[in-house]
C-alpha cells in the first residue's frame, strides 16, 4: 500500500470553528489531492497540488483552503466549518502529470462532522 | 467539462453469478478511465485502468473492462462474484493536465449468499 495517511481520521465540530485536516505521504510523490465523498456524488475534487507552495482549485473549493509547505505534507483548512462540509474527506497522491498521466492513490479518509 | 455517469446506484447480485457495471464518459479527448473500488469504511482502490491499446483490461479480483467509444462507456464484468466483492464501485475519467480525476456517484453492489 502507498503511503498515505490522515489525521484525524474522525472529527466532530461546531459551526463556525476552524478546522484542519493533514494528509502525509511517504512516497515522495508529487501530485496531491484533497476530496470530498458525499452519497450520491462520488468523490468531487476540492483543492490539488503539483508541487511545494504550488496549488489550485478543483470543482468544490469553496470554503476551503489548502497548503503545502513540504513535499510529504498537504492540509486542508476549513475557516469555519458549516452543516454543509459535514463529509468523508480522502487524500491522494500521484506521481505524474502535465501530459502523461498515473493512477491516484487513495489515504483512508477523514470522517467529519460539523453539528 | 468532462463527467461521468454510472446509471445503477445499487445492484444486488446472488453469490457465484456474474456482475455487470456500468460507466458512461463524456470528455473531448482521448480518455484515461478507470474503476475503483471501497469496501466499507475504507479507502479507495484501483480494479485496472484503461490508457490505450487493447479495449479489453483485465485487472485485480478477476474484473476486467472494456472500452468503447462508440458508446462512450467503460463497463466493469466479474464472471462469478464473490461475497468479498460486496463494495462501491466507481469509475473516472482522468484528465493529463493536473492529473485530475472526475469520478461517477458509484454503484453499490450487494452479494446475496
Known amino acids: 500500500d502507498a503511503g498515505i495517511t490522515q489525521s484525524p481520521r474522525h472529527k466532530v465540530t461546531e459551526t463556525g470553528t476552524p478546522v484542519t485536516l493533514r494528509c502525509h505521504q511517504t512516497?515522495?510523490?508529487?501530485?496531491m489531492y484533497w476530496y470530498r465523498q458525499d452519497p450520491g456524488h462520488g468523490l468531487r475534487l476540492i483543492h490539488y497540488?503539483?508541487?511545494?507552495?504550488?496549488?489550485d482549485k478543483g470543482e468544490v473549493s469553496d470554503g476551503y483552503s489548502v497548503s503545502r509547505s513540504k513535499t510529504e505534507d498537504f492540509l486542508l483548512t476549513l475557516e469555519s466549518a458549516t452543516s454543509s462540509q459535514t463529509s468523508v474527506y480522502f487524500c491522494?497522491?500521484?506521481?505524474?502529470?502535465?501530459?502523461?498521466?498515473?493512477?491516484?492513490?487513495f489515504g483512508p479518509g477523514t470522517r467529519l462532522t460539523v453539528l | 467539462a468532462q463527467s461521468v455517469t454510472q446509471p445503477d446506484i445499487h445492484i444486488t447480485v446472488s453469490e457465484g453469478a456474474s456482475l455487470e457495471l456500468r460507466c458512461n464518459y463524456s470528455?473531448?479527448?482521448?480518455?484515461?478511465l478507470f474503476w475503483y473500488v471501497q469496501s466499507p469504511g475504507q479507502g479507495l482502490q484501483l480494479l485496472l485502468k484503461?490508457?490505450?491499446?487493447?479495449?479489453l483490461v483485465q485487472g485485480i479480483k478477476g474484473f476486467e473492462a472494456e472500452f468503447k467509444r462508440s458508446q462512450s462507456s467503460f463497463n466493469l464484468r466479474k464472471p462469478s462474484v464473490h461475497w468479498s466483492d460486496a463494495a462501491e464501485y466507481f469509475c473516472?475519467?482522468?484528465?493529463?493536465?493536473?492529473?485530475?480525476?472526475?469520478f461517477g456517484g458509484g454503484t453499490r453492489v450487494l452479494v446475496k449468499p
Open positions: 470528455y473531448g479527448a482521448t480518455p484515461y
Open positions: 512516497e515522495n510523490h508529487r501530485y
Open positions: 473516472a475519467v482522468g484528465k493529463a493536465a493536473g492529473n485530475k480525476l472526475t
Open positions: 484503461y490508457f490505450s491499446g487493447d479495449t
Open positions: 497540488s503539483y508541487g511545494v507552495k504550488d496549488t
Open positions: 491522494a497522491i500521484s506521481d505524474s502529470g502535465g501530459g502523461s498521466y498515473d493512477e491516484q492513490f
